[in-house]
């Protein structure tokens, strides 16, 4: 009998995925089901970037370049990192299967097996799982809930420093805290990268989902740091096209940007459709963003509020992207979210979350928690909430 | 200073794309290059794909589940793979982002770091490359251009095994020799594979080039290999639609697509836009086979006579995909082919082609073999051929 392999074997379920089959046989008997467990928004894409797609007309769809198309990679520049002050070289940008493959790609380049990457915890589960596939290891510099997941100070990073850590991967604005790291904030993990010669991998997908009064700082604009830093950036997810699947690797090292242009050519290139989406998704004016941003600064107002005035839920305010955690007054967020899909109902519906022990190295450090993302309306996201509310006074294992 | 790992430092480039910039600087200089190295065909997209773009009409451009489209999945199972005899139930088969990434994950799938992989020699090179990328090792079963690089006895397969040796890889028909494996030839294999417990990784994706009097015979359809065998397929390259990034992977073995499945989730979905194409593509008759057929038939012969009456040429006749590869009277086929490139030109025009030490293990094997890819029209291919043999006449450095 063949036998797959062990890294396969152990290679962990997207826990984010886990409670699928629960949420189809709720639906499949007529419950409807609340998805706050996703980021995938609802929000319109940009005109422009959907009459792209009708204006496709091609005779055959062939290859392009390994590294995308070039005007692709012209007008990223030109009309979205020229504003927003990123300083990028025509050959410092590869286009990526989205900001998926930017992560996948940049931890081959940083690190070889045995090496070892420093995220922050809680972190993007699929950082772990992307680490692990290439035998990498993860170590974690902890934050804290009821500090709002602000970065530690410096000396929690050196003692989480081995001679193996090759790469401190952060994502700005974060997946699954929302936490937008401050210029200061970032000038200390500068400082301490190239205090020990690491790089810097700067998960910036959600840049444009920035609701703080200062602009989003990027890992991009530290000085000294231009050898160490490599950008992890997504086309799809800026205009909510995620399944057009285009993002981009940028960085200033000759090395790395090599290593991006080989791993490229092995999987021969970026999908086609998808670039010519993004080649007119970049015509989106300003207030697509604005709206953008007004309808999410809406909906994390009001999920923050509905979920802070449940008794026993704790969550701080977060300044960007579309998640936030929340520690719920539950001793097992998985067997509650399982619950939730499989017994609980409020006039035929219920709600689905992500049980967040996947987030944390130490499982037991996100027990409580779930992260919740705020990706519908507002009067569906109170709905959503106002369920989650009734589901935890009914729940029998409150704490 | 920072350092990239060694292991995409020493990832090969890809050999195919390595003379590049010298048919941009050749272009640049108002030369016409006739391109015979890359496999991208020029032949006609279906209607019924190109038409499925233009239908395409979104709100947004969400996430698909990341086994892909569930109705994509059934109707390949519905309109293709019952049509051509190949049994295949609604588990068994998930979206890639192109054959590319099924290559790669069957590879993960079936190797640990350390484990090898028995390719048959010569091979497509990113087999190579991508089982490089995970610390897999290569063995390969040598095959000669003389005996049109059929499948040599089962002896040679059992003098190229190891006890890390977990699977068996093949193209077929082949990329870069064209070769299709007979019924028996494909029994041999399986038997093989049966015999040392090992996977039996069936690339297929050129099935539909395939210009034999007998139906192509998938490893699908080998008896008591249903747990061996994982069958590589593409979409996109079957409906000259390269640029969709549409594959598959299928299998019988409920490990395997376990694993499949785990590593699909890891990077969230296929593209959506090519997923959309494909669902149209897949209602294309019978006859866009045929003729698609009909034109490599007359493409291909026309390549083996032009090639095999240049003085000192010699390849075999190719019964699949668009390939050969030739043997040129010249001692270094990449230095000659550089040359082209550079020096040479009849009329202001010249011939790229790809040097075929890349797809042998030892080098020296394949240094005075190119690979040819038959894929321009008849009297574009006439001409890229005769400008190849006067460039023979004035090589300098010919044996």
Chains 1, 2 share one sequence.
Not at 315 to 336: C, M, N, Q, R, S
Request: glycine letters at 6%.
């Amino acid at each position: 009998m063949v036998e797959i392999s062990s890294r396969t074997q152990q290679l962990p379920a997207s826990a984010i995925r886990k409670l699928v089959p629960f949420a189809d046989a709720a639906k499949a008997s007529g419950v409807k089901v609340y998805h706050l467990n996703v980021g995938a928004p609802d929000i319109k894409s940009p005109d422009c970037a959907l009459d792209a797609i009708k204006a496709i007309n091609l005779h055959h769809v062939s290859y392009t370049n390994s590294a995308g198309l070039i005007e692709l990679r012209r007008d990223m520049i030109e009309k979205y990192y020229k504003k927003i002050g990123i300083d990028v070289g025509i050959d410092e940008i590869v286009i990526n299967v989205a900001g998926s493959e930017s992560v996948e790609f940049a931890i081959q380049i940083t690190c070889d097996p045995g090496d070892e990457i420093l995220l922050i915890e809680p972190y993007y589960t699929n950082y772990y799982t992307l680490a692990f596939k290439y035998g990498v290891g993860v170590n974690v510099v902890r934050t804290n809930i009821r500090e709002g997941f602000r970065v530690p100070g410096i000396e929690e990073f050196e003692k989480a420093l081995t001679p193996r850590t090759k790469a401190l991967m952060i994502s700005n604005p974060g997946n699954p805290t929302g936490v937008v790291y401050s210029k200061q904030e970032m000038e200390i993990l500068g400082e301490f990268c190239r205090r020990h010669n690491l790089f810097l991998i700067s998960d910036e997908v959600y840049r444009e989902f920035c609701y703080t009064d200062e602009p989003h700082y990027s890992a991009m604009n530290l000085k000294g740091l231009e050898q160490n830093v490599i950008l992890v950036d997504s086309v799809s997810k800026r205009y909510n096209l995620c399944g057009c699947r285009i993002g981009c690797t940028i960085s200033h090292n000759k090395d790395v940007m090599a290593a991006v242009v080989k791993l490229a050519q092995a999987r021969l290139c970026p999908p086609v459709l998808g670039q010519y989406t993004a080649l007119g998704a970049l015509d989106a004016p300003q207030e697509y963003f604005d709206q953008t941003k007004e309808e999410y600064i809406a909906r994390r107002d009001c999920a923050i509020e509905c979920l802070n005035k449940i008794p026993g839920v704790f969550t701080p305010k977060p300044d960007g992207a579309f998640y936030t955690i929340a520690e719920l007054p539950v001793d097992d967020a998985e067997a509650f979210a399982k619950w939730l899909l499989t017994e609980f109902r409020l006039d035929g519906e219920t709600v689905m979350v992500t049980p967040a022990a996947s987030f944390y190295l130490d499982k037991s450090l996100g027990k409580r928690h779930v992260r919740v993302a705020y990706v519908l309306e507002v009067p569906k996201l109170k709905r959503a909430l106002h369920i989650l509310e009734k589901a935890l006074e009914a729940y029998p294992n409150k704490l």
